[in-house]
């Protein structure tokens, strides 16, 4: 078993075996925000901080058997002591955790959540119920805005799926469109369907333009940085200039949107072709814009 699954059995363990699922959430992202290196990233949803990562393991745990689920609670079917399992760092994280927040309700730890860590707190639909004008503002002060027209590049490789949502979020993007040829991916929450929805849920739009990708049997034997020079140079000899119409169509979508991001899968700019087509975009005569790689 994954040990991050083991750090959500531990701390139901803790509560008696059931925790109510909003509290599930915030007293989970309590835990990572004191390690050293965290098991879970969180994003800013409509309740506040919240782990798809964390709640894709709850619902396969779930389909096993291993926890139990009503319409407000995840329960545990375990009765190995996890606990016992953890890091004796995370023992005294979770310990600690259970002293300090164990009494608070949903809505309580929603409100102190909301006040220490008002960023994730900028999606809630609750937060102007819970919190005093003052705290409200607060958290409307640190809502990323900017005026500013800039093409963004992203890569996913390496990171989680909640840290490169929340680059798009600081960043303020509007549009995140997919330069893949092929969008598939084996890392959860990257391929076409479920990074749409995931981006749909945080107010930020999605396109794919398969034609401005490379196909995956030209991306073979990628060893050297010399084997994606010579990947490039034929894509920038073949590709680009067949594809001006959907260059134009990305630019357009630009100065309609003033801020989005190209996405591919490389984390390194130099070794994805995003590189290429932003660079591309960039030389087209009625381009007057920023271009940053994130």
């Given amino acids: 078993m ?9 701390l139901l363990q803790l509560f008696d075996g059931q925790i109510d699922r909003i509290s599930l959430q915030k007293l989970l992202f309590l835990f990572t925000q004191s390690q050293t290196k965290a098991e879970y990233d969180f994003i800013p949803y409509k309740f506040g901080c919240y782990s798809y990562s964390a ?9 096993r058997g291993i926890l139990s689920e009503t319409s407000s609670h995840f329960i545990s079917n375990e009765t190995t002591d996890y606990f016992e399992m953890l890091k004796k760092e995370d023992k005294k994280l979770m310990l600690k955790v259970k002293n300090n927040y164990g009494k608070m309700s949903a809505n309580a730890l929603m409100k102190y959540t909301y006040i220490n860590f008002p960023y994730w707190a900028i999606n809630s639909i609750k937060a102007k119920e819970i919190l ?10 640190i809502r990323p805005k900017s005026e500013d027209i800039v093409l963004f590049t992203i890569g996913y490789e390496g990171i989680s799926l909640e840290e490169y949502l929340n ?6 993007v509007k549009l995140l469109v997919d330069v893949r040829y092929n969008p598939l991916s084996m890392k959860y929450g990257f391929s076409k369907k479920q990074l749409q929805r995931y981006c749909n849920s945080l107010g930020i739009e999605y396109i794919h333009f398969p034609e401005v990708g490379i196909a995956s049997e030209q991306r073979q034997a990628l060893n050297t940085q010399s084997d994606y020079d010579k990947l490039f140079a034929v894509y920038r000899k073949n590709t680009l200039p067949k594809t001006m119409d959907t260059q134009l169509q990305i630019l357009n979508l630009l100065k309609t949107n003033k801020r989005i991001a190209l996405t591919c899968f490389e984390s390194n700019i130099c070794q994805c072709h995003r590189k290429y087509l932003a660079e591309s975009i960039e030389r087209l005569p009625d381009f007057k814009y920023k271009v940053k790689h994130i």
Avoid: P, S
């Fill in 2 to 10: 994954f040990y991050r699954r083991k750090i959500i059995l531990a």
């Fill in 55 to 63: 709640n894709a393991d709850l619902t396969t745990m779930v389909r």
């Fill in 132 to 141: 005093t004008a003052e705290q409200f503002e607060k958290i409307n002060k």
């Fill in 167 to 172: 680059r798009l979020l600081k960043n303020d």
